[in-house]
DNA sequence: ATAGTTACAGAACAATATGTTTGTTATCAT
DNA sequence: ATGATAACAAACATATTGTTCTGTAACTAT
């Protein structure tokens, strides 16, 4: 990738995370992000068709990030015991917490929404190898409630309780939740 | 109120609800809820400020019709036992359900975002005094994770899955989630 | 080093949406 | 019946969006 391309892809990454912080995504215009990044129109629009696209192109890097190694490497581990497969919640969990400062902007509004749709997306993947059946509960409420729970558990620790731990946050998911 | 403004505030709502059938919320224009609902554009403005505060109002009237006479009723409900909390909780899903072609639109999109807040804002106030202490995890946290997973349900149900009737999927919520 | 390619800046552009204002007509409450 | 109020129609300024153009600077390959 072109070196030019990568700064103003970064600058416009920046510009976007650091206006997040003062106001909600609806209300930020593409003129405020050009003047942020300090770029010209023609070049946001050459690098974003709108917005949203580049809302969506962050959500991929940062998953691309959180996820890089989990997802796809089924053959590396295996989640036998529920204790491994708790490590390896807790060890998406730190991921998490490395992004936090670009994470806790996407939280509000519609932002929040699709955000929170990606996450769920590939949350879904991992879940849904490690969910046991239950013959009272269909198992799509089953793997939409513990998909969901932790994604509302993300939101509630980046949030606005970032004080606690990885490790804690995943003792209190895996204790409120039958996997 | 007068019966004009009750007239043109039904046709707004129900222009509203018709519309966010065919698309999302964000990608919807004054412009077009005025067409549809077949008023004048000075009208649309004498009754709500933006397309938000139309979204805020349909909220509210939808949640005051749905927690009308649950969360106020202080007295005469005693849930000290948690079957009678389920029957509670039983009773604000048919609520729920009456309304459902009116929030089977409002579940996508940065309108996802925001009814999915004000449900949980009515939740918060309901849960919050059936809730019993952990010593291991934090209430802050528990609270969460009750009135999430429970918001989250009913965006499951109404969303995809309304063929489940309310006692069932209380059923399958009160089985899920430790109370 | 040079030639060809690609990205950026700057400016202008039409198209669309927003929110407000004005004067007029219709409907309401009593 | 009448004064008050809501709805209407049309026009308005403003702001945002997305596109297009030209000239310039930076990169790449040979």
Redesign the interface.
Known sequence: MDRRQRKTRNAIFQAFTRLLEKKTY?ALTVQEIIDEADISRSTFYAHFETKDELLKAMCTDIFNHVFSHEIMSEEHHDFSDKGSFQDHITHILCHLQEKQQTIKGLF???C??IFMRYLKEYLYQVFDRQLVDDK???R???L??AV??FA??VR?WLGR?SDYSPEEIG??YF????I
Request: hydrophobic share 15%; net charge negative; no cysteine.
């Open positions: 609806s509000s509004g519609e929040g929404e009272d509960i269909p799509e409420y089953r939409n409630h969901s729970s509302e558990t509630w309780h003792r209190f204790e409120s939740v039958d």
